[in-house]
């Protein structure tokens, strides 16, 4: 009976990927089709990604809705011949125990793999913890119990998303509960997406393990800013002043490799060129696509690849690759009008620049006062790894190329 039945599961993207939300079916119950075709698509962490058919067939049962979290390996759908009677189904879902799935290092989604039905629960399933060590100690530094979380992952075991969820619903409840207002104002409540309970574990994590320290810098944009509209009207594309801020952050970088780095544990890592990631509004959060070995890319290449990756994480169409292993962090939020403020460092990242709008400020020179554009940049950093006089120095060697950058 088995061998006619295919199972459609959970997969598994990356080494950390315990779990993840199902998103679109594109394909209805009883539809035909080949293998390979996206039959759904799953999001985890940052990114939407297609699950393929593991085989050609009738698709017979949906099992997993959209908005389900499950974990990897769990059936999310059954594939089989118009003979196989319902009963058979209902056989196979209800034994089903899920999948061994492998983790595939590439960044193209791998095929989700079928599995048999086992009829007894494993004995290590059996001897599994229900609380994940790492959704224990956040619940010990968040004072929530963990008996009182309902655990979704696999055999209701509670994970670190579980207990971010159940944090927020607790702010939540404690807002409402002391409100003054009018008894008809009830909030609607919506569980965290997969997406945003990553954002706030690992912005909580950051916030609680690393030692941020900022320092602020003025810059006189002018000359910048004239070289974004020359090169714009020149190439025929635009040139934003982000890009050419990734580009001056690049530079600089190099020049200074301590904050071009990873921290892993008691080990710093230097990279050789500048993987940045920088700062996108998505529907779904905050996202941040990496613009590789951009010390190496012309500002036309810079300007090619942010276009392409900002319109990519707008629509939801960004890769694993495409988020994964940025050396160093811009957030730019000068488009709202914003003059300055701090950005939390990105782990293992060890420092993020945070760049403020371009103003019109009245400065001295000369003794003189003159207006001039000017721009706030404000460095948060590690200090386990960055001391001060480092993150100094990188400010400095950045503005000299800002104020120059003919040099780019």
Not at 223 to 251: E, I, K, M, P, Y
Not at 309 to 327: K, M
């Amino acid at each position: 009976m088995t061998g006619r039945i295919q199972a459609v599961t959970m997969p598994k993207w990356g080494i950390e990927m315990t779990e993840g939300t199902v998103g679109r079916w594109n394909v209805s119950e009883g539809e035909v089709v080949a293998k390979g075709v996206p039959l759904l698509e799953v999001e985890t962490e940052k990114i939407v990604n297609a699950v393929d058919s593991p085989a050609g067939g009738t698709l017979r049962r949906i099992v997993a809705g959209p908005g389900d979290l499950k974990p990897v390996g769990a059936l999310l759908a059954v594939l089989a011949p118009a003979e196989v009677s319902e009963a058979e189904l209902e056989q196979f879902i209800a034994t089903f125990q899920g999948a061994t799935v492998s983790f595939e290092p590439d960044s193209v989604p791998a095929t989700p793999m079928a599995a048999s039905p086992a009829k007894e629960p494993s004995a290590a399933h059996e001897e599994e913890p229900r609380v994940s060590p790492i959704a224990r100690r956040l619940a010990e530094s968040l004072g929530i119990e963990v008996s009182g979380i309902r655990g979704t992952g696999r055999n209701a075991r509670v994970t670190r998303d579980d207990v971010v969820a159940a944090h927020a619903a607790r702010e939540s409840a404690g807002k409402v509960s002391g409100a003054t207002g009018s008894p008809d104002n009830t909030p609607v409540r919506t569980r965290l997406s997969a997406t945003r309970a990553t954002i706030a574990r690992r912005l909580l994590e950051s916030k609680q393990t690393i030692p941020h320290y900022r320092l602020s810098l003025d810059v006189t944009c002018d000359a910048l800013l004239g070289l974004a509209a020359d090169l714009s009207r020149a190439g025929g594309r635009r040139v934003t002043v982000n890009d050419l801020l990734l580009r001056g952050c690049a530079l600089a970088l190099i020049a200074h490799p301590a904050i071009n780095a990873w921290l892993e544990n008691d080990e710093l890592l230097e990279f050789p060129h500048a993987d940045i990631a920088f700062a996108v509004a998505a529907p779904t959060g905050l996202i941040t696509p990496v613009v590789r070995a951009a010390d190496t890319k012309s500002l036309a290449e810079i300007a090619a690849a942010t276009a392409d990756l900002t319109a990519r994480a707008r629509r939801g169409a960004l890769t694993r690759e495409d988020i994964a292993g940025g050396t160093f962090t811009v957030s730019n939020l000068g488009m709202y009008g914003l003059t300055r403020f701090d950005a939390i460092v990105n782990p293992p990242q060890v420092a993020i620049l945070a760049a403020g709008a371009a103003e019109d400020r009245v400065v001295a020179r000369g003794g003189v006062p003159v207006v001039a554009k000017i721009m706030t940049l404000t460095l948060s950093a590690d200090h386990r790894v960055v001391d001060g006089a480092a993150g100094a120095a990188f400010l400095a060697t950045l503005r000299e190329l800002i104020e120059a950058p003919a040099k780019f």
